[in-house]
């Protein structure tokens, strides 16, 4: 566990209430050392063998949500998401062991694996729910999500929001989820609040919404790509 200094946590509480639209600010040392290291794509490369296992070669995840996509990912987001897994701030019994540093590597490791990561293309077919009510989750969508992720679910890269359109549908219904109930420590305070008036069938067809809305084209690759380096 690391822990932020106490004043840098006091700080951070005494301006949230000003500052709800803004990031989490990097507090953690590691988070900071990755965000400023130089990366390394072939020595990310390496790395990444250790993620394919669970996230798949091309880095789509699956379908079914178990695992996320991490391509088209933010690289301040992908860093901060392992900082925080590593740092306990994030629940993922999953990938605990493989986050460690002694199995990854330090902040080079993760700035290499995340700058790796951003040379591959997003999935076209991304898994996504039933349909319904899709109209109703884009007035909820524009109304509670789109100043901190964007018009068209493509977050903020400086921000520290995550690109979340064109992820798979059970992947995020379960992140909202967890959002809601407070499993998800490192969530955002007034996303969580926000989730939190909503109900579980809002919850349902956000998730799907969100599931498919488009990332730029050029983001996207072809059907049946494979990724070359495996
Ligand atoms: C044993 C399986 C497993 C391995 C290996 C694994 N992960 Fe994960 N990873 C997961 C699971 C499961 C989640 C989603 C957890 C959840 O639902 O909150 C996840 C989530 C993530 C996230 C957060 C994604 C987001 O959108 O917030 C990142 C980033 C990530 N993994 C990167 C990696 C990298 C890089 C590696 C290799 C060094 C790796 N993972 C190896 C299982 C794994
Ligand atoms: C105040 C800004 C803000 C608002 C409003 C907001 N979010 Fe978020 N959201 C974030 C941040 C920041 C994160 C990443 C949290 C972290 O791990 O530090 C996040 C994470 C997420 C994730 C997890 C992404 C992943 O890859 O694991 C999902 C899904 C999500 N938000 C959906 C929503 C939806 C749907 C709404 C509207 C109901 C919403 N958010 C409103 C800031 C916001």
Redesign the pocket.
């Known amino acids: 566990m690391r822990h932020s200094s106490w004043w840098r946590g006091w700080l951070s509480g005494a301006l949230l209430l000003p500052a709800v639209v803004m990031a989490d600010a990097p507090l953690d040392d590691e988070l900071s050392t990755a965000m400023a290291a130089t990366p390394n794509v072939e020595a990310g490369k390496a ?2 063998r ?2 394919v ?3 798949q070669t091309e880095s789509w995840g699956v379908e079914d949500g ?3 996509q ?1 391509a088209g ?1 933010h690289s301040s ?2 860093i901060k ?2 900082a925080d897994i590593r740092a306990g701030n ?1 629940d ?1 019994p ?2 605990l062991v ?1 986050a460690q540093e002694k199995v ?1 590597g330090g902040p080079q490791a993760i700035a290499d ?1 995340t700058a790796y ?1 951003q040379t591959l293309p997003m999935t076209p077919t991304p898994g996504v729910g039933p349909g319904e009510k899709l109209d109703k989750a884009e007035r909820i969508y524009f109304r509670k999500c789109a100043e901190c992720h964007g018009s068209n679910g493509q977050g903020d890269g400086e921000r520290y929001f ?1 690109r979340i359109q064109g992820q798979h549908y059970a ?1 995020l219904l ?2 909202l989820n ?1 959002i809601r109930e407070g499993k998800r420590r490192n969530a955002n305070p007034e996303m969580a609040r926000r989730l939190n008036k909503l109900k579980p069938r809002d919850l349902t067809i956000l998730a799907d919404y969100v599931s498919r809305l488009k990332p730029p084209a050029e983001k996207i690759a072809p059907v049946g790509w494979k990724n070359p380096d495996f």
């Open positions: 790395v990444f250790l993620c296992v669970c996230h178990n695992y996320p991490l990912q987001v992908i998401q392992i994030r993922n999953a990938m493989i990854m694996v990561i995550p992947y379960r992140q967890w």
